[in-house]
Each structure stands twice: as C-alpha cells, then as structure tokens.
C-alpha cells in the first residue's frame, strides 16, 4: 500500500549532537569519578546500550536503558544516550504500537538524514503491521502474490468478511482496509480466469462458485462474468464425468451380450483386475516418517509478506511405498504440535520426486512459520518433545493417475519422546 503520510509534531530539543554509531560510543570526560550507585548504574546501562546487538531482538528491550535515562535527567551525558537509545529502539519495531512509540520518540529528536531515514521506514511499518492487525480482525481483506485456487478463494472469503464490516475505524484504519480491497479486487479480476482454467479439482471450482456468491455484484464488477465462467468449467467438467461413465457402462453392456461362460469368466477377470489396480492408488500403501527438525534461520526484524520473514526449519521426511506403482508427487497437511496438544502449526507439504514400488525414499522439506509465539515455540522445543501429524491429501502416480483423498486420517507420523 502507498505511505499515507502521518503527521509527527516535532518538539524542540537541546542542541547537543545527536549523531551516534551502535558500536561507536565515545564518553566525554567530565571529572565526575564519584563511586556511588548512580555512577554503578549509569555505567552499567552504558555498556548494555553499547552491547544492544549481542542481546536485544525487540524494541521492547530498549525500554529500560530509555527510562534510566529519562530518570537521571541531566546526569553526566544521560540526554546523549537518551537519544541513543529511542534510535535504537526505532531500529527495532515489531509492532504496530512500536512504531507509535517510535514515531513518538523520534517526534523529539532534532532532525538528521540518520532520523528522517528511520522515520520514513517507521511510517512504511506501521503501515504494515497495521494492515496485518486489520486483516487478523477480518476487517481487512487478505492479499497474496500467489496465483493458486486456495488464495483466490482465502481472498474471496476474506473480501466476504471485510465487506460486511461497514464500521469506521479512524483516517489511517480506513485507508488501508480501502487499499487492502482494491488490492483484493485486482487479484481476483487479474487472476481469476486463468485459476479456474487450470483447475483439475471440480469440487475446489465448487467452494470457489459458493465463496463467490457470498459477495455483492457492486463489491467486484466482473462478478457476474465470474459466475458464469465457473458454471461453464464446472458444466463441462459434469459432462466429462457423464461421458465417461456412459463410456464404462457401453462397455459393461457389450461384455454381457457374450456368452453366459465367457461372460462370468471376462467378468471375473476385469472386475479382479479392476480392483487390483484400483486398491494399488489407494493411500493406505504409504507409510510417512518424520525423523528430524533442523532450525535453519529466523528473522523477527521484517514484517511479515517478505521473503525472508519468520522463522525456517527443516523437517525429514521417510517414505515407503507399498504400492504396484510408482509415484512422481505425494501431497498433504502437518501439523505441529506441543506437549500440552496445541496445534503450533499447519502447513500443505509436497514430496516431489519418483519413488518406485517397493522403495523407500527421504525428503528435507523447509518450513516457514510465520513470526509469533508458536513459531518461537517450535524453534526453542527439541524436536523430541515435538508430535508430527501428517494427512495425506493426493499422489500424483507415475502412469499419470491423479489421487486425491478427502477420507485420510491425521496419523502420528512422529511421536513425543517422554
């Protein structure tokens, strides 16, 4: 979304230098060797400003060195490192109220490049983790890069939501939630065509067609093109399936106009064969491992929608094939869960790469959660002390069979080790 410009008041402030380096502080000597407690302190919240990045991660870390120097007022050079540190804590937000905070501090602060820079880029974010906020409250629709049948209908769904909320949140709120769905309505009439055409699934094109119907035509103008768009693939994809049973049965009816004996015997034949290789797609003949969490990287300091926000991790994954055939792709959801039973995350996994009949194969899969406490959670928790639930959704088979599965159940595919 474009800045919206917010308005900061600038105070005016004492004149001493406010320019400074994280790892470059210098202390004038003022003859002040006084050994009392003040000193100690004021020593000792020197050094942690001095140190921030060997252990600070958030803003809300800063606030202590911030009301220390608040606190000693005009104490040897307490309004230099006052000044120090409401940067630093600009430099680390993770929040919308850290950057209310932030702007707020940096309100006060006499204008350099150094302070202008971080401002902007505290505007920029409190746009975003505002626009996040928003979008987890339902007032905002959601928006994604990915053109895929789950976003079209996670958007769909989300502009369904928003559009019911007709409350006034104040001028920033209200920009952004305009913003969030124009940005939704452009995804769906730039996108739109191209996902239903693509889609195999003719139930995933249904939910489409009834998310769709739960919006106004004045919300989307191509609305009602979409409508028929999506009865048209839907239809065709019925007379598919209407051919192709009427193919099986002209079939099945030539068969008994041979000979009773011929008859019982072909039958038994192409119906034991049938079987056979019907219950060889079946996904019973797959026995799914995970056997190790590797913690790859994590970076709190980006709002989420960047590429490298949140936190990585590297499951491995151990699959054997029981099945007569082989397979080129296996499809499905984990889950992640804690000691206690709760759900820490849920992710759609795909195994991509043949694996024959009888054989076993492994897959490192990286993924990424989302900052928050259960992404910190899975990242400090030994994978021991983790459960590993995993359903599987589809298998692409190597003869060109697509399975897709709606009555798989969640196994524990890794247990907690007590």
Not at 34 to 60: G, S
């Amino acid at each position: 979304m474009a800045n919206k410009d917010i308005e900061i008041s600038k105070c005016d402030g004492d004149e001493e230098e406010s320019v400074y380096a994280s790892a470059d502080f210098k202390e004038a000597d003022d003859g002040d060797e006084n050994p009392d407690e003040l000193l100690k302190e004021y020593d000792q919240y020197v050094d942690d400003l001095r140190e921030l990045d060997n252990f600070c991660l958030y803003a809300k870390d800063v606030l202590p060195i911030i009301r220390f120097f608040e606190k000693i007022g005009d104490y040897k050079r307490a309004k230099y490192y006052l000044r120090a540190a409401k940067l630093e804590y600009a430099k680390r937000v993770n929040s919308y109220v850290d950057c209310l905070q932030a702007l707020e501090y940096l309100s006060g602060i006499n204008g350099n490049e150094e302070t202008r820079q971080l401002e902007e880029t505290c505007k920029k974010k409190l746009i975003e983790f505002r626009t996040r906020d928003l979008q987890n409250k339902g007032c905002a629709p959601l928006f994604y890069d990915e053109a895929s049948i789950y976003c079209l209908n996670e958007i769909i769904k989300s502009l369904v939501s928003a559009s019911k909320d007709a409350k006034k949140y104040g001028e920033l709120d209200d920009a952004i939630i305009k913003t969030c769905k124009e940005q939704a309505v452009s995804y769906i009439e730039k996108n739109f065509a191209d996902i239903v055409d693509g889609e195999k699934a003719k139930e995933q094109l249904i939910k489409t067609r009834n998310a769709l119907l739960c919006l106004s035509a004045s919300v989307v103008p191509s609305f009602n093109a979409f409508v028929k768009h999506l009865d048209a693939k839907i239809g065709q994809m019925t007379e598919a399936e209407r051919r192709a049973a009427h193919k099986k049965k002209v079939i099945k009816c030539t068969v008994i106009i041979a000979a009773v004996s011929m008859v019982l015997i072909v039958a038994i034949i192409i119906a034991s064969a049938i079987i056979r290789k019907n219950n060889g797609y079946k996904a019973e003949h797959f026995t799914i491992s995970v056997v190790s969490k590797t913690n790859d990287k994590f970076n709190e300091s980006l709002a989420d929608g960047y590429r490298d926000s949140g936190y990585f991790y590297t499951f491995s994954f151990v699959v054997d094939n029981a099945s007569p055939y082989a397979i080129v792709s296996l499809e499905g959801n984990m889950d992640i869960i804690n000691i206690s039973g709760k759900v820490l995350s849920t992710a759609a996994v795909t195994l991509n790469g043949k694996l024959e009949s009888g054989a076993t194969g492994d897959w490192n899969i990286q993924l990424n959660v989302k900052k928050g406490d259960n992404a910190r959670e899975i990242w400090n928790t030994d994978f021991e002390r983790l459960e590993i639930a995993f359903k599987i959704t589809g298998i692409t088979f190597e003869d060109g069979t697509i399975k897709t599965y709606s009555d798989t159940k969640n196994k524990i595919v890794h247990p907690i080790i007590l």
